[in-house]
């Protein structure tokens, strides 16, 4: 049977984005993970630069991308990784309308994995991010840092000095060193926030380190996340970054979580043996191929 044409739009009608939400809850159950990214999710009420591409009616035969211009980067996201050629060849017609190569994300590639073979496609892989966990509780281990006060994120009074350290220490990150002030006060407002996980170090009042978690309260577990962690890369003592991330996943143990993830990308060596020697593990990589239109 010939599929039907995905319908491209930059505003979705209200039933469509009903449909794509309710697919989102039930493909993350049957995952046991998250079917679309947070920014994907969120991308789906902002209405601003954002195309839809959209097909069938039901969960069982819905199919959903979701496309974006970001840096002259036409970066595209599936739900729940369904791929298909229409669908695809829907989002490369939209590349190539707006000159632009095409980016696609796909999520939790295990080892080995290749099931779109892009590769043969003639696709090249441009980034890998590791999703990496461990059990709670964390080994307790005495650190020391005379300089450094470690205390909540004030969202009142330490929201800019914030910005300009996340700025500084995510320079060449595409994503978090693009953070500003209307980005962090979306997340501060947000349901999971909890002042208690954001803790921020100083050095002579002056922010020196952070680490921010998260909670996942998903129907599939509970489960605790290093959402961002950075020390500054001028001003901060030598373990800092592990003093952070140690007080943020006994925090974690203390609200009665089992287990904590997060998300690093491949290529930072630094960030990667930190977790490695806390003891995370590699659960599936999230993997970014650059498509030629």
Not at 48 to 56: A, L, M, P
Not at 153 to 171: C, G, K, S, V
Request: with cysteine; net charge negative; hydrophobic share 40%.
């Amino acid at each position: 049977m010939e599929q039907d044409q995905p319908r491209a739009t930059s505003r979705l009608s209200d039933s469509e984005r009903a449909r794509i939400e309710s697919a989102i809850t039930h493909l993350g159950r049957e995952l046991s993970r998250e079917a679309m990214t947070e920014q994907a999710r969120d991308r789906l009420t902002s209405g601003n630069g954002v195309d839809h591409f959209i097909t069938g009616e039901n969960v069982e035969t819905l199919r959903y991308a979701q496309g974006v211009l970001s840096e002259a980067r036409y970066e595209v996201e599936f739900l729940a990784d369904r791929f298909d050629e229409v669908l695809l060849d829907s989002v490369l017609s939209r590349a190539r309308e707006i000159g632009s190569s095409c980016f696609l994300w796909i999520h939790g590639v295990t080892e080995g994995g290749d099931a779109l073979d892009l590769a043969s496609r003639g696709g090249q892989l441009e980034r890998t991010i590791l999703r990496m966990s461990r059990a709670l509780p964390l080994p307790s281990v005495e650190q020391s840092f005379d300089q450094s006060v470690m205390r909540e994120f004030n969202q009142n009074t330490d929201r800019h000095a914030w910005l300009a350290l996340n700025r500084e220490a995510f320079a060449e990150h595409p994503e978090q060193g693009h953070l500003g002030d209307a980005d962090l006060r979306v997340r501060l407002a947000q349901p999971w926030f909890d002042p208690a996980g954001f803790l921020v170090s100083e050095n002579q009042g002056v922010i020196n380190g952070f680490s921010w978690s998260k909670v996942h309260d998903d129907p599939w577990g509970r489960i605790g996340e290093i959402y961002v962690i950075a020390v500054s890369p001028h001003n901060a003592p030598k373990g800092l970054g592990r003093a952070l991330l140690s007080a943020s996943l006994n925090w974690m143990s203390t609200i009665g979580l089992d287990h904590v993830m997060l998300y690093v990308d491949e290529s930072n060596v630094r960030a990667r043996h930190l977790y490695d020697s806390t003891g995370f593990t590699i659960q599936w990589q999230d993997q970014l191929w650059r498509l030629a239109t």
